[in-house]
């Protein structure tokens, strides 16, 4: 039922489930530890101080967790957000960081009603 509402926003959950062996517990186990992750914060705080080095680094970060659970729309979101850091493409980077947010929003509610 959890993992249902997590592909509602476009998580793969086959994918999810395939990398904690089918383990459903432990597949929630680490969703759930999103809840406690600061990189999110930290990116929003970058983007408020022009930091670009920090604010590559919590996308990178970002990016790379979205990718080990198959949280594929902020995975893409947070791809694209790297690459136009790097090429010091601020305004584009902020309109991916406002799509990251509606997404980002709706994990986090599903995640805290999550057995």
């Given at each position: 039922m959890?993992?249902?509402k997590l592909a509602s926003i476009?998580?793969?959950v086959d994918e999810a489930m395939e990398r904690f062996m089918n383990n459903e517990?432990?597949?929630?186990k680490f969703f759930k530890k999103l809840l406690n992750d600061d990189n999110f914060a930290l990116l929003q705080?970058?983007?408020k101080s022009n930091d670009l080095d920090n604010a590559i680094a919590y996308a990178h970060t970002l990016k790379g967790v979205c990718g080990n659970l198959a949280i594929k729309p902020l995975y893409r979101l947070f791809d694209e957000m790297v690459k136009a850091l790097?090429?010091?493409?601020?305004?584009?980077?902020?309109?991916?960081?406002?799509?990251?947010?509606g997404i980002y929003e709706q994990l986090m509610?599903?995640?805290?009603t999550m057995a």
């Open positions: 959890s993992l249902e476009g998580v793969d517990m432990l597949c929630i705080e970058a983007f790097r090429n010091d493409e601020w305004e584009q980077a902020r309109k991916l960081d406002e799509q990251a947010l509610m599903i995640i805290k």
